[in-house]
């Protein structure tokens, strides 16, 4: 892998020109990361962060001044010595989609340049044979017409693992193995596609666009009908031999009647996964398991109920034992929650904290964990920053589980 975001990762490739496809990202592509990454930055800010003398920053940043690539930001007045005046780019100057394939529909959102979600649109799926998909695919990005253009190109993610970002190596609800995604979108569209894990493709938008912006070492864990694992070490996201790091959803925390659809008691699925939640609430209260609906159980133990409170309480330890695993594994600066389920810690927050304090090894090193407000767009952002991250990089072509 050599994706140099970190300054001090970069200085190992300083090429002075755009790289040609696949090769270590050259200086070009270090500057325009640099600013897309942390908004508008004065010449010495980015001469000091990317290790560059001033006159070779200049012989960069003047052709793409020139080209409009990068533009002047309006000076910024100093107390002493002259008015530094940023760099920056314009987030509309190029817009990717990005899509979300579950079981049965097909999320898409335009994103602009830095990731910010511009339209969104949805539509079911008709069957799961790749050619149906492909076709429900291009029609969802067609639907967003011709207000986003240049479009630069499209990114697609899904519950399932993509080892080059070109085929679907395996995915269990789409009932898939070996399917040519990116081909058969790219035949339909005639634009560059990459394919990933969904759970990497919310990390890549986190690392570049969201809480974990700047951090070398993060882990970003999702809270669904799964419970997945992202994983950016060293300032490369981690893609791991298979494409789908952080199966940590099977993990066994502590022996309980619970049990997940593998047949495990106590695995991670099977204590805190949303339906996990649900099938709990409705043990304790007495009801259909089908009346049961996870955020409802949030708001009940929030209202003070408690029978809910205690099934809140019991998953809260459960994600606390869970992050703490995570934690003691891979010393991260950050845990992100994330996903349809993340405000699990938010409710139950001082089981999770308690749990997660008792499990660590070291006292005296507390994780901030971060819950990132979520809504379903998200999953669609992250595969729109993955395609961003592979027009940035000039890594379109196949490269296995590589930056
Ligand atoms: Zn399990």
Known sequence: MSEPVAPEAASAAAGETSPAPGSAPGSVTRVMLEI??????????????????????????????????????????????????????????????????????????????????????????????????????ARSVRAFGSAFRPLGGVGISLGGNSADGRFVDESHFLEWRDVPLADLVEQRLGLPVVVANDVNALTQAQRWFGGGRGLDTFVVVTIGAGVGMGLVAGGELVAGATGAVGSIGHQLLA?????????????????LATDAVERAAARASGLPVGDVVFDDVLRGAERGDPELRAVVDEAGTALGLLLANVANTLDPQKIVLAGEGARLGVVGEHAMLTAFAEGRVWRSVSTPVDVQPFEFSEWARGAAAMAIRARMLHDVPARPASD
């Not at 079981?103 to 335009?110: H, I, L, T």
């Open 255 to 271: 022996w309980s009647e619970a049990v997940c659809w593998r047949g495990h008691h106590g695995c991670a699925s099977a204590l």
């Open 36 to 137: 897309l990454i942390h908004g508008p930055l004065s010449r010495v800010e980015l001469a000091q962060r990317l290790g560059l003398s001033g006159p070779s920053l200049t012989r960069i940043t003047k052709p793409l001044i020139a080209s409009g690539r990068l533009f002047e930001g309006a000076p910024q007045v100093r107390a002493a010595g002259r008015p530094l005046q940023p760099l920056d780019l314009d987030p509309s100057s190029e817009y990717f989609a990005g899509v979300k394939l579950t079981g049965n529909a097909v999320y898409s959102v335009m994103a602009d340049l830095r990731g910010a979600v511009r339209a969104q649109h949805e539509e079911p799926l008709a069957g799961r044979d790749p050619e149906t998909v492909a076709d429900a695919v």
